[in-house]
């Protein structure tokens, strides 16, 4: 059973607009979460990450909000650029931090349009 | 700035061969990762080590070993590859606060 869901394989969003990326979580345990960034032929490059002590966190044009309640998480990219098209992984770790390693959703592909 | 590195971006190997896979980091961190990234599956773990000599099985542990000799270095062993072993590998060591740095990856292909 998958874990961490990333529902949208792909996603279109004009240049200069609002990109939102969305992930999903079903493991109560999970209390850190990370977005990578991924492109072809490359390893993910890490993006923000948020603990579950707080519900948003910024960095530059990269916003990740965590609904705990609603056990969902979301990434704003404002404005979008063409150099943010690339594959999108959410990812989550329980108690420890990481430690026994994360748990990663399937992606979602950014295209940004321009 | 963390820096790991691969051995290999791209390799090619005969099902049946030993296969190395070897990651180097340069941060001192404990925590190393091997994960396998196929296309709809998204990064799936294989096995990770915490310290030197220690180690342990991720989720997809079958048909892999690793190697934790010295602190730098993670190597990923595929004792006889198999054709449903071609994928991306990617190695990545972890920060003191959680984030986990990656590699370039190696895209093993097995024929």
């Known amino acids: ?24 979580y079903t ?3 999970f209390d850190y979460f990370l977005w990578y960034k991924k492109y072809p032929a490359e390893g993910p490059t890490f993006l923000i990450s948020i603990s579950s002590i707080k519900d948003k966190n910024e960095d530059g044009r990269f916003t990740v909000f965590l609904n705990k309640s609603a056990k969902h ?9 063409p150099g943010d098209s690339a594959v999108y992984f959410c990812a989550a770790s329980a108690a420890g931090g990481g430690a ?15 | 700035d963390v820096k790991v590195t691969q051995s290999s971006r791209y390799l090619v190997k005969r099902t049946g061969e030993k296969v190395f896979l070897e990651c180097v980091q340069d941060m001192d961190h404990e925590n190393m990762f091997w994960y396998r990234q196929d296309p709809g599956l998204g990064l799936r773990l294989i096995y990770f080590s915490y310290d030197v000599k220690m180690k ?5 542990p079958e048909g892999y070993s690793v190697s934790r000799e010295k602190k730098e270095r993670f190597s990923l062993i595929l004792e006889s590859a198999s054709t449903n072993q071609t994928s991306m ?11 986990q740095y990656f590699g370039p990856g190696t895209r093993l292909t097995v024929t």
């Open chain 2, 56 to 60: 342990e099985k991720g989720d997809i």
């Open chain 1, 100 to 114: 026994d390693g994360l748990t990663f959703g399937k992606g979602t592909h950014l295209i940004i349009q321009p």
């Open chain 1, 73 to 81: 998480l979301s990434l704003h990219i404002v404005p979008s650029q």
């Open chain 2, 89 to 99: 590998y990617l190695c990545a060591s972890r920060t003191n606060t959680g984030e």
């Open chain 1, 1 to 24: 059973d998958q874990q961490v869901k990333q529902n949208s394989p792909s996603l279109s969003v004009q240049e200069g607009r609002i990109s939102i990326l969305n992930c999903d």
């Open chain 1, 27 to 29: 493991n109560s345990m």
